[in-house]
């Protein structure tokens, strides 16, 4: 359930905050997140656990971040995907990103009645490398 509109209006934004994220090299969230940054995004880990993922300050939760946030990676379980959406929303995100194997039709219409931009079980990072490379 990828708009492809979504995927490049969402590409092309700068901050993006990565739920899930962890401090292991070998997870996905990490790979992203690592992938991310170093094409040059702003990434904000989210990770209640951790005080520091890649260098970066991590928080507790999307409320937790003092800055603005454009897009919402979500790395967590598909029963999560409509906190996240919630508090994207509460946040005023311009986007929500769940990735691969991620799968919510209740978040899909948070996301839509609240007018966020929304791809649901897809890789930021493939749809990336497919259209920037790298």
Known sequence: MSDNADIEAMLKMIVIAVVGCSPDPGRASHQVASYLMDAGF????????????????????????????????VFRRSEHAPEAVREA??????????????????????????????????????????????
């Open 42 to 73: 702003r990434v904000i880990p989210v990770n209640p656990a951790c005080d520091e993922i890649l260098g970066e300050r991590c928080y507790p939760s999307l409320a937790a971040i003092p800055e603005p946030v454009e897009v919402v990676s």
């Open 89 to 134: 929303l509460r946040i005023k995100a311009k986007g929500v990103w769940l990735q691969d194997g991620v799968l919510s039709p209740e978040a899909a219409e948070l996301a839509k009645a609240g007018g966020l931009r929304f791809v649901m079980d897809d890789c930021i990072m493939r749809q990336h490398l497919s259209r920037f490379g790298r």
